[in-house]
């Protein structure tokens, strides 16, 4: 009898391993939206894109994981994070504009 009971959680276990192994793999890939910003290759959930996916050289060298003219679908996370310039519609951290006339949000 007590064989079987320890069978049947040796089966659990490895029943929930399964379970949860793919799940904390696709959490932590980048090509998967975040949970935080439902974001695809989200450099405030993955700021390793920040070395992996180079500079934009399009847009003032800036990181390409973190480039929003590149990558419109940032603005939202960039919202979401409370850096936004509204006003120049850009990342407050990439404006230049503002940074230029030393504006303090
Ligand atoms: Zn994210
Ligand atoms: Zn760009
Ligand atoms: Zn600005």
Not at 2 to 18: E, T, Y
Not at 52 to 63: A, S, V, W, Y
Request: a negative charge; proline letters at 8%.
């Amino acid at each position: 009898m007590s064989k079987n009971v320890v069978s049947i959680i040796v089966i659990v276990f490895v029943g929930l391993l399964a379970w949860f192994l793919p799940q904390s793999e696709a959490k932590a890939s980048p090509q998967t939206p975040c949970a935080v910003h439902q974001t695809v290759n989200c450099p405030f959930c993955h700021p390793q894109l920040i070395q992996t996916m180079g500079l934009c050289k399009e847009h003032d060298n800036i990181p390409e994981a973190q480039c929003v003219l590149c990558r419109p679908e940032l603005k939202r996370a960039y919202q979401q994070e409370k850096d936004w310039c509204a006003e120049h519609s850009v990342p407050e951290s990439q404006c230049t504009t503002c940074l230029l006339h030393g504006q303090n949000h």
